[in-house]
């Protein structure tokens, strides 16, 4: 069974700290996506990554796709309270060939003023 | 921007009682799924759905459930005897082609009573 373990799983922090959450697998995905879900709506997705190694940027956040495609992080620099919310990571499974998405647990987040 | 929509917001249903849950994809999007949140759980995959047949369903999608897209345009989920433990968050979602990144709507909240 593939699975996706996030961690902290809540993260309590100040406006203008900086922090990273990680997403961690045994199993190697083609892909990785990060979501970021607002209570009351469905997740919003924040990047994908595919290749080994690879950094994307979107503006305060960082995500990066571990060498071997296990693992990845969200880094957020000087976080704001509007970053609040849960932050997912998900991949789609290996089996069946259908587009399943296999989901981290989250990441709550809150960025107090 | 297009997005997937989903009513209604909030089910509240006396257990052993069906419930239709709806969904609008995005109009170009060819893949379906359903997705589930139990209050402080991971999002769970339910039911993957292409070329108006089932194509994978875990083993939560059992013969109380159901989906079907009747007219090319919403997608429902049917839940034919409701028990307490279906309590939870339907999320629906979209996407063109397989493997690519999935659009969700805002989730319904389904409370049994």
């Known amino acids: 069974t593939q699975l996706l373990e996030q961690s902290p799983q809540f993260l309590s922090i100040q406006e203008g700290e900086n922090l990273t959450v990680y997403c961690n697998s045994s199993s190697v995905f083609s892909s990785l996506q990060w979501y970021r879900q607002e209570p009351g709506e469905g997740p919003v997705l924040l990047v994908t990554?595919?290749?080994?190694?690879e950094v994307k940027k979107l503006k305060r956040l960082t995500f990066q796709f571990g060498d071997a495609r296990k693992d990845s992080s969200l880094h957020i620099t000087a976080a704001q309270p509007g970053d609040t919310g849960l932050y997912l990571c998900?991949?789609?499974?290996?089996?069946?060939?259908?587009?399943?998405?296999?989901f981290g647990q989250g990441t709550t987040l809150q960025v107090k003023p | 921007e297009p997005e997937v929509t989903q009513t209604p917001s909030h089910q509240v249903t006396q257990m052993g009682q069906e419930v239709i849950l709806r969904c609008v994809p995005i109009?170009?999007?060819?893949?379906f799924y359903w997705y589930r949140q139990i209050l402080g759980q991971k999002v769970e995959f339910l039911v993957s759905?292409?070329?108006?047949?089932?194509?994978?369903k875990s083993e939560i999608f059992d013969d109380q459930f159901s989906v079907e897209r009747p007219d090319g345009s919403n997608f429902t989920l049917k839940i034919r005897s409701t028990k307490l433990e279906d309590s939870a968050m339907y999320f629906c979602?979209?996407?063109?082609?397989?493997?690519?990144?999935?659009?969700f709507g805002d989730g319904t909240r389904l409370s049994i009573l």
């Open positions: 109009s170009n999007h060819l893949y």
């Open positions: 759905f292409y070329n108006n047949e089932i194509s994978e």
């Open positions: 990554v595919v290749t080994g190694g």
């Open positions: 979602a979209s996407t063109r082609q397989i493997n690519q990144p999935q659009h």
């Open positions: 998900a991949a789609h499974s290996g089996s069946g060939n259908t587009g399943k998405l296999i």
